[in-house]
């Protein structure tokens, strides 16, 4: 086995970024740690909203994709635009390339395609310009992302109060709530059995929140979990006819609607500390009402 640096390609299979500055940065900072970069981003072939055309961004992909030099593939950041070219994307050649896809919010949409059509592990992981490439990087959340990497094995603990007593083991997945929901009948909803089913989203109201599951619910998937796992949900604003109804109550509700056990207090979302979930991974689950322990083995790993 040769010993050669990581392997690193930034793509932007969705939105475009605000700061270029933040991807030089992201771009530097990889680089500080041995990685070899190849940046497929490219701020002034930005289409509209999109970090390029619909071609472009899904050639962007196969060229990572197939560049024998590169390990992870990174997306420089989320936003929309992985949804229309679901269609188009051939994931059998992604699978085969051994690449491993790093990304989370919108890159939901590719994961969960990705794990439907493939069966192919993938990561909840860090973006290049939010992550990496910030100007104060949290760096917890890069530790994180090292530590999941390097493996066998990953455990996150959250000192939580409040969640119910749960032994639990499954296939762990998920992602966005909206994007997953997005889904729900297509080609690219992956039909799993017993698994640890994780959610985030980001200035969504309580309600919608609960409407989104409630729908999972009525559409049998989470019938078909162990667990659900609730992350961040932060950047909401309550209104005048809330009336008390809070997170807390939606949190309330849910625990008393759904048929599995609900976990609040994952560090995963929209916020800068984060942890990486290996989407697709053997997991076990121990909550007790001081907190919870979820350790994840048998994803791909990568020495970085």
């Known amino acids: ?53 619909d071609a ?46 790093v990304g989370y919010s919108d890159m939901t949409a590719l994961q969960m395609g990705l794990y439907a059509r493939t069966g192919t592990p993938s990561y909840a992981g860090p973006f290049l310009a939010s992550d990496f490439g910030a100007l104060e990087p949290e760096q917890f959340t890069l530790d994180d992302f090292w530590s999941c990497l390097a493996g066998p094995t990953h455990t996150v603990m959250e000192a939580v109060t409040g969640n119910p007593r749960v032994e639990a083991a499954g ?3 998920g992602g966005n709530l909206a994007m997953l929901c997005s889904l729900i009948g297509t080609a690219w909803f992956p039909r799993i059995e017993g698994g640890i089913l994780f959610v985030e989203d980001i200035a969504e109201h309580p309600y919608r929140v609960e409407r989104l599951l409630l729908q999972l619910l009525h559409t049998g998937v989470l019938a078909r979990q162990q667990a659900l796992v609730l992350g961040d949900f932060s950047g909401y604003r309550l209104g005048a006819l809330d009336n008390g109804y809070d997170f807390a109550a939606m949190l309330a509700y849910l ?39 979820l350790t994840m083995s048998d994803y791909p790993t990568r020495q970085g």
């Open 1 to 53: 086995m040769t010993n050669r640096p990581l392997g690193v390609a930034i793509v932007a299979p969705s939105g475009h970024v605000p700061d270029p500055l933040a991807v030089e940065r992201g771009i530097a900072c990889l680089e500080a740690r041995g990685c070899l970069v190849f940046n497929h981003y490219d701020h002034g072939a930005i289409h509209q909203r999109f970090g390029g055309t």
């Open 56 to 101: 472009a961004r899904l050639a962007a992909l196969y060229a990572a994709a197939d560049n024998p030099q590169v390990d992870l593939v990174m997306a420089v950041r989320g936003g929309y635009g992985l949804t229309r070219l679901l269609p188009s994307i051939d994931f059998e050649r992604l699978a085969a390339s051994g690449k491993l896809f």
């Open 171 to 173: 296939t762990i997945w």
């Open 255 to 293: 625990r008393q609607a759904l048929p599995i056990p609900v976990i609040d207090g994952l560090s995963f979302g929209h916020v800068p500390r984060r942890v990486t979930i290996p989407f697709g991974a053997r997991a076990t689950l121990a909550s007790n009402a001081q907190g919870f322990r």
